[in-house]
Structures are given as C-alpha cells and as structure tokens.
C-alpha cells in the first residue's frame, strides 16, 4: 500500500511539474494526408485543461489549398513530459478561387522538453461541409515543432 500511495504521488508530482512547463507555443505542423502541407501553429492554454489551437497553413498536391484551423483541446499532462489530446474544430480553406468549409476535430500526442520545445503528432480529420476538392472526408496526419514559451 505504502509503495502505490508513493507512486501515487510521484505521477501528480510529475504531471503538475509538466503542467506547469508552458502555457503558450508557437511552431509549425508539417503532414501528409488528402494533400502535403505545412501549417504556422499557435497553442495557448485557456486553462489547466483547455487549449485553443490555431493554424494557417498551405496544403499542395493536386490541388494548392490555404487554410485556416480553429481546434479546442482537451488538454491531458501525463508523466514525463507526455501530454494526450483530442478535441473539435473548424477549417476554412480557399481552393483555385473556391471557398469551403470544414468541421471536425484532432487528436494527438505531445512531448514537452525540459528545455522551450514541443513535439506533436496528431491526426486531424475533418469533413467539408462545402465541398470544392471532389472529396467529402479530408485528413491529415502531422508532427508539430514548437517553441513552447
């Protein structure tokens, strides 16, 4: 019992200790996924658990996109410099003069150094509610690189 109370409070320790590394950052999201594209990206916690996501990237392929993401994340610090998250989102995009629309959400992981950076993997898909691309479902899997300040 003695041992699971310790360990217990070593993973609070830990996961406050993490909590407290950063609450900002700033980087880019480069992926793959309907299209190659890379994304200038924005996080800021709104709180302990909440954070707000903001992209704009350009996407090429068979068709050159520019894009704008809005995602809420729910925000979970594990130990270690570990973080889990996953929440919902919109992207507003303007292809080869057409504008659209899309809503879905992102889900992923993340990994804070001790020293100022981040690295992030997550999958984002999203389904367009004005279609131009030929493709009701878009996705995306990228690795985020951020200066965490």
Sequence with gaps: MKKILISLIALVALTTA????????????????????????????LSD??????????????????????????????????????????????????????VGGQVGIDYQFNAPFQLSLDVRPMWDIFTVTGAALNYGAALGIRYAF
Excluded: C, M
């Design 18 to 45: 993490a909590n407290a590394q950063y609450s900002n950052a700033l980087g880019v999201r480069v992926g793959a996924g309907s299209a190659f594209g890379a994304e200038l990206s924005y996080q800021g916690f």
């Design 49 to 102: 658990v909440n954070r707000l996501e903001l992209d704009l990237g350009a996407n090429f392929g068979s068709y050159t996109a520019v894009s704008v993401a809005t995602i809420l994340h729910w925000h979970w610090f594990l130990a270690g410099g570990f973080g889990f998250y996953i929440g919902p989102g919109v992207q507003g995009y303007l292809v080869e003069k057409h504008l659209g629309l899309g």
